[in-house]
Each structure stands twice: as C-alpha cells, then as structure tokens.
C-alpha cells in the first residue's frame, strides 16, 4: 500500500483518539508513526528517516494503520493543524519545564540527565501501576533522549489523567525533582 515515499499521510479522528487516550492499545511501534504524523512529519520518506524502528517494518505498520483507519493517505485525515488543536503536538526537541499541562504537570527541563529522570520515572511508575510497572518501565527504558523520555511522561500524565487523577500532583512533584537536580 504505502510504496511511493512522498505519499503523504494525515491522522485520522480515530488516530488523534488514540494519541489522546490510548483507547486501542496500540504498541510503541505504532504509536511512533502517529506521533511522527502528528509532529508534521507526513511522507513516507521522513517517516521511516525519523523512526526508530527499521524501514521495512514502518512500511508494514504504515499498512497496517491505513487499513485501521488511524491514518489516511492524501486528503480525507484530519490535517496535522486541526489534530494538534486536540492534542499538544510533541516538540521535536525537549520543551522548557515552565511548560505545564492542565493538571500542573511540567515539562522535562531540557539540562535534566536522561538517565537520572528515567530512573526517577521508573520508580514512579512501580509505585504507582503496580502489576501494570512492566509497559511503563519499558517505555521509559527504551526513551534513549529527552523529546522521547517527554513523550512517554505525557503518556504517563494521560493514564494518570484517566485512571487517577488524584496522583497527579505525585507525578508533578517527581518531574520538578528531575529538573531540580539536572546536571
């Protein structure tokens, strides 16, 4: 389906749904080429440049995604504007802490240590999602810079924000320590 690299591709409704509240479950893999739409990033040709994953498997996901309907070639997805007025689109480089969501979340700061934010996220996460620990860590595990550790604390804050909000404040104090102790 996907074989002319400059075909463009658009999030759809269902797309933008997933990116928001993760209502299908999609793997990380998946997950990467909605973001890398949703960031702007809409050929064929600079979706496989900036994923993590191997070409050939983002050709077969980005098959994949276009018969589930969370991404349509051409016209006919939402347009990369309106699907960001949905969602914050995530910044290609890490965002400055004084950014917060709605709950008071902060950003990562950009000085922060990748890795000393991972393990303190990490923690989090065991605390917080008991037998659920595992996605998370892997996540946060497989985040090898900030843009990326960012967009799994999004994650974390959307989960949160959904299953339990009354924790949020715990993940807000977690990432002003991140920031607080960066190197």
Same mark, same amino acid.
């Given at each position: ?14 797309? +933008?749904?997933?990116?928001? +509240? ?16 949703? =960031? ?8 496989? =440049? ?21 991404? !349509? ?17 995530? !910044? ?59 967009? +799994? ?9 959904? =299953?339990?909000? !009354? ?12 920031? =607080?102790?960066?190197?």
């Amino acid at each position: 389906m996907a074989t002319d690299g400059t075909q463009q591709f658009a999030l759809t409704p269902k797309g +933008v749904e997933e990116l928001d +509240v993760r209502t299908y479950d999609l793997d990380v893999r998946l997950r990467n080429i909605l973001f890398l739409v949703q =960031k702007g990033i809409t050929s064929l040709d600079e979706i496989i =440049k900036h994923s993590i994953f191997p070409p050939e498997e983002v050709r077969a996901r980005i098959d994949g995604l276009l018969l589930d309907r969370f991404i !349509a070639a051409g016209e006919g997805g939402a347009s990369s504007a309106s699907a960001t007025t949905q969602r914050p689109a995530v !910044a290609a480089a890490p965002r400055a802490a004084a950014r917060s969501d709605g709950d008071g979340v902060p950003a990562i700061d950009t000085h922060a240590s990748v890795s000393q934010a991972r393990f303190a996220l990490c923690d989090f996460c065991l605390d917080r999602f008991g037998a659920d620990a595992p996605e998370w860590l892997d996540a946060l595990n497989g985040a090898a810079d900030l843009a990326r550790l960012q967009r +799994v604390l999004d994650d974390i804050g959307a989960e949160l924000r959904k =299953k339990n909000r !009354a924790q949020l404040p715990d993940l807000a104090a977690c990432v002003r320590e991140i920031n =607080k102790n960066r190197i």
